[in-house]
């Protein structure tokens, strides 16, 4: 709590969606896919956030699965 209140960024956001797999291993992989996409690609966070499907997909691992290529 005490690194997210010094964040410069006041707004926090809060994904409640199962969008991975639950034996998935790609959690970190999900996490650097949108922080790419924010701070990189200059994407909104709610556009970012909407790629995903609100539950575990194909899709989802794909978007994740593909931060690297």
């Given at each position: 709590?005490?690194?997210?209140n010094?964040?410069?960024?006041?707004?926090?956001?809060?994904?409640?969606?199962?969008?991975?797999?639950?034996?998935s291993?790609?959690?970190?992989y999900?996490?650097?896919?949108?922080?790419k996409?924010i701070?990189?690609?200059?994407i909104?966070?709610?556009?970012?956030?909407?790629?995903f499907?609100?539950?575990?997909?194909?899709?989802?691992?794909?978007?994740?699965?593909d931060?690297?290529?």
């Amino acid at each position: 709590m005490d690194f997210i209140n010094r964040c410069k960024y006041k707004k926090r956001f809060l994904n409640d969606s199962q969008i991975q797999d639950f034996n998935s291993i790609l959690c970190g992989y999900y996490c650097c896919k949108v922080i790419k996409n924010i701070f990189v690609d200059n994407i909104d966070i709610m556009e970012c956030i909407n790629m995903f499907s609100n539950k575990p997909s194909n899709l989802n691992k794909d978007l994740a699965d593909d931060l690297y290529i």
